[in-house]
């Protein structure tokens, strides 16, 4: 099997056939922090196909400082923080509703849910009720399973910093899944 | 940090001495921290499973996204102006047609002996040729 630094070289060849290896190499890891991020959504989808366009479309920026798979996922994570963004304002604009209003109706709308013992489906409900930050060092650290330096160089945050949120944030992902759950 | 949130930390950091005798004090005295290890162990265990399954038709849609980006990004600066700018391209050509007439024009060449094809006669040809053709 090449390595990402060989497909990389026969990519900027303009052999597709490499490019097409490399998405299928990191399908997994991008999409699952985008649907993490943004949950199982049309767009979610959208957005992990761009953030291969964006990358195949950079290609002479990526200098190998970092692992592929890390910069990938930092494409992946700063597009789905932009995505959000974008909701955030139409959401705005359309339905000016508080926070606790929506998640509340949210919880309810999961007591309605016939699939409710699904635990997957369950985590990834819960994801989307946590704030953007304790959501992307979850999604690095506990689903992709980089390591907390790793989440650290991919957030562009001091170690500590990403140690403590993560900490804090299983707590209120925990509190979440139980108010979900009952 | 309070204990819940040192238990949770400990779970992906090391902690130092003091931190370690503190946290193993609180859970063998706490049924409630006990309790809060073993969800949030449960809960890391099904994070873990959380990756998408491989999507079959992924990669061919990316692929299906790239074909115009990828022949744009291996042709010329020239061509790629053409082919991502084409009314851009049309009005330079348009430009530098004028310009090649307007020189022309300027210089008084397309004169009508020059039409006719006896500009660059010699005069003994040019009597040849009005006797031949009167």
Known sequence: MPSDLELLAQIKEGKQIAFSALVSRYEQVVRGTVIGMLGHTTEADDVAQEVFIRFYKSLDKFRGDSALGTYLTRIAINLSLNELKRRQRQHQRLVPMQKEQKQVIQIADKAADPSRNDNKQLIEKALQLISEDFRAVVVLRLIDGYSVKETAAILQLPQGTVASRLARAQLKLREVINALSY | ?134
């Not at chain 2, 299906?64 to 744009?72: D, K, V």
């Not at chain 2, 330079?92 to 006719?116: E, P, R």
């Open chain 2, 1 to 134: 940090m309070n204990i819940e949130e040192l238990l949770a930390y400990s779970l992906d950091n090391d902690l130092t001495a003091t931190e370690q005798v503190r946290l193993e004090q609180a859970l063998v005295e706490s049924d409630g921290l006990r309790q809060l290890q073993d969800e949030l162990f449960a809960m890391r265990s099904l994070m873990q499973g959380q990756l998408p399954a491989k999507n079959k038709s992924f990669v061919q849609d990316v692929l299906r996204q790239l074909p115009l980006e990828a022949t744009i990004a291996q042709l010329s600066a020239g061509t790629r102006v053409l082919r991502l700018f084409p009314s851009v391209a049309a009005a330079c050509v348009f430009v530098i047609g004028i310009s090649y007439i307007g020189l022309h024009l300027g210089d008084a060449d397309w004169i009508s002996d020059q039409l006719v094809g006896t500009a660059y006669l010699s005069a003994e040809e040019a009597y040849t040729y009005i006797d031949t053709y009167e």
